[in-house]
Structure formats: C-alpha cells, structure tokens
C-alpha cells in the first residue's frame, strides 16, 4: 500500500530534551515536506527536500532540522524543544512538481508532540 | 504573498441538504488549487485539486469544487451532505512560480458538522 508513516504518532516531552519524529514514504518520490499544523492557523511549511541531501527552509524552520540521507526517509529533529513547539506535525511527500502541472501532496497520520 | 483564506470556522448543515465550504485566495499568475479533508486522528486526505482547464471538478467522495477566477475563489459543494462527512476542511493553494518542494498554502481549516 502506498502510505507515508510516521512515528511515534503522540509523544510528549519535557523542554530540551532532544527528540526525532521518523518520516517514511513508499512511493519513490523525490519531495518530502514537514509541515506543522495549529489551530486557526491551518498547516504551516518548516522544511522541505527536493531530492536525496537537498533541503531547505520552509516558512517556520526555527527550532528544527531535518536530513534527507536516503530518498524514502525525511526525519524532523528537535535539538532543543521548547513549550512553543507544542503542536501537531505532518510529514508528506509528492512526485516532482513541475511549472506545467501539479500532483497533490500525501501526509502521513500525523504526529501529536507535546512539550512540557 | 500568497495566502488562502476560509471566511468559515465551522458550517453546520442537516443531512442530505446542500453543503459549501467557502475558500478565497489570492496568488499572482494562475494558481494550482486544492482541497484536503482531515478526520479526527487522521492525517490530510486529497479530496480533489484544480490545474487548467473545466472551472468545476469533481472529487472523491461526491465532493466538486468550482474554481472562479473573477471573484479569486474555489469554493467546496456537495449535492447532498452525509453525517460521516463531518470533518476538518483544509482548502490549499501551491504558487507553480515558486516550487519550494511543492509547497501548499493552507487556509486556517473549516469545520463541517453534518447532523442527522
């Protein structure tokens, strides 16, 4: 089954504790997104790859890194989390976009991180 | 800047009646449009999406959506609306002149409750 999956899908943690949220995705596709979703504010941008050890900023990358080592994986790290990363975070992944066309994107289940 | 707006927290409709969930964005040059539904723990699910061509599209679920370029809108409808339609709505623009891995621009959700 094509999926993305992430893990742990709820985690709760104390401040500064360093942690990783896993992102997988079985499709072949070349771009993986993190987003982090907050009520009102609907779904947020933090980083994203382009292709396997290309990545950059996405709109709210304070606070977090990410690597892209193998082209299936994307992890989210959290040097030093803090109360305001408190949130729910979405991993997801989508073929190459092109100017022309558009593929949607596919999220993973989601990831409920709490940090106290 | 790009934005997307979803003038609606929350729509309440009766089953079988008529539902819309109202998006409003504002993107320089053609926008890609799409529609995203979240169910409670669960990840984004893609309803359906508007690239070129016929201003309606038709989705899953019964869902279609009518992008309208005069009033920068593209608004989510359903014949007749069912009680598992009840959900989170995510309306999302991707600017196709700046990939940034595909990155969508989400409105701030809406939330569709459908009562027997």
């Known amino acids: 089954e094509a999926q993305v999956t992430q893990n742990p899908r709820y985690l709760i943690t104390v401040t500064g504790k360093k942690l990783t949220v896993t992102c997988s995705q079985n499709?072949?596709?070349?771009?993986m997104s993190w987003y982090r979703q907050d009520p009102g504010l609907g779904l947020r941008q933090i980083y994203y790859s382009m292709n396997v050890e290309v990545t950059d900023k996405g709109d709210v990358p304070e606070g977090y890194k990410v690597s892209r080592k193998e082209k299936r994986n994307f992890p989210l790290i959290l040097e030093s989390p803090s109360p305001n990363q408190t949130s729910l975070y979405f991993c997801a992944s989508s073929p190459r976009q092109t100017q022309w066309g558009s593929y949607e994107q596919y999220f993973g289940p989601g990831t409920r991180l709490t940090v106290t | 800047a790009q934005s997307v707006a979803q003038p609606e927290d929350q729509v309440n409709v009766a089953e079988g009646n008529p539902l819309t969930v109202k998006c409003t964005y504002s993107?320089?040059?053609?926008?890609?449009l799409f529609w995203y539904v979240q169910y409670p723990n669960r990840g984004l699910q893609f309803l359906l999406k508007?690239?070129?061509?016929?201003?309606l599209v038709k989705g899953s679920y019964g869902f279609e959506a009518e992008f309208n370029k005069s009033q920068t809108s593209f608004h989510l409808k359903k014949p007749s609306a069912l009680v598992s339609d009840s959900a989170l709505y995510f309306c999302a623009v991707r600017d196709p002149f700046n990939n940034q891995g595909g990155k969508l621009i989400f409105g701030q959700g809406t939330e569709l409750s459908v009562k027997p």
């Open positions: 508007y690239i070129t061509g016929d201003n």
């Open positions: 993107v320089s040059g053609n926008p890609y």
């Open positions: 499709m072949n596709h070349e771009y």
